[in-house]
């Protein structure tokens, strides 16, 4: 549904609480809030589009649900808010009658933009409406008790990156990327960005790594070798691990069905467990690296 007065898609009007007292700590000294009962947010973003950045933040957030941990899921790529679609999820958020009430799904409690608008209207905004949304997701919505706030960032280095910065306290942010170089040029900027932002990369994630014939089982690196660890290296962050080109994760995302829940057994779905045991480590040093650990060599 539009408004016919600005052409822009009609967002779904709840209620809304009052937002918490400001705390010192947003980027560039601006306040910022945390939420309560939310122990870690962990901003997950890449340099450009098509790495398979919403992918991989959705089967990172269902595997480390799987591991014991309370996890929600924001879909922070306002433009493009594809996560209903990966989890299968088609209904209207509801309201409490003071806060939005997440949907939920695969045991994770999931907000996105594509709840709150027509799925074939274009979402043209500007910085200040950009804001406003992601404060919205973060302050207005009745999260409970979560170990992980997962966001799928937008593409890039805009307006949205800013905002998280400035709304709350970012545990750290992870960069996916694909090997080739054209990939791996524009994760640098991403990494550059949230160093900017005074965000700590836990790591970069390197997506379709390679391909897995499945008739002979040969391996192929369809998009080159080692670009992610090599960048990672490069600008002294962790490497979190590699991810296979591998058609039913394609499927999953399709059909709603994650792969980490389609085929739990598989090498793809072991290799997304890995990488969600190698983030939940990263987390849990974050808070005590100094500022200094995590800058790119001179």
Known sequence: MTDESTGQPKRTTLPMASPAAATNGGAAGLPNQPIP??????????????VGKTTVSVNLAIALSTSGARVGIIDGDVYGPNIPIMLGIDSQLE??????????????????????TDANAPIIWRGPMLHGVVRQFFQDVRWGELDYLVVDMPPGTGDVALSLSQTVPVS??????????????????????????????????????????????????????????????????PFLGQLPLYAPIRVGGDTGVPIVTAEPESAASKAFLRVA?????????????????????A
């Open 37 to 50: 009962g939310v122990k870690h947010i962990i901003a997950v973003g890449a340099g450009k589009g098509g």
């Open 172 to 237: 750290g942010a992870i960069v996916v990327t694909t090997p080739q170089n054209v990939s791996l040029s524009d994760s640098r900027r991403a990494v550059g960005m949230y160093r900017k932002l005074n965000v700590p990369t836990l790591g970069v994630i390197e997506n379709m790594s390679f391909y897995v014939c499945p008739d002979c089982s040969c391996e192929s690196d369809l998009f080159g070798k080692g670009g992610g660890e090599r960048v990672a290296d490069e600008l002294n962050v």
């Open 277 to 297: 045991t190698r983030t939940a480590e990263e987390v849990s040093t974050a808070g005590f690296r100094s500022p200094e650990a995590t800058q790119e060599p």
């Open 95 to 116: 309201s409490d009658g003071k806060k939005i009430i997440p949907a939920e799904k695969y045991g994770i409690q999931v907000v996105s933009m594509g709840f709150l």
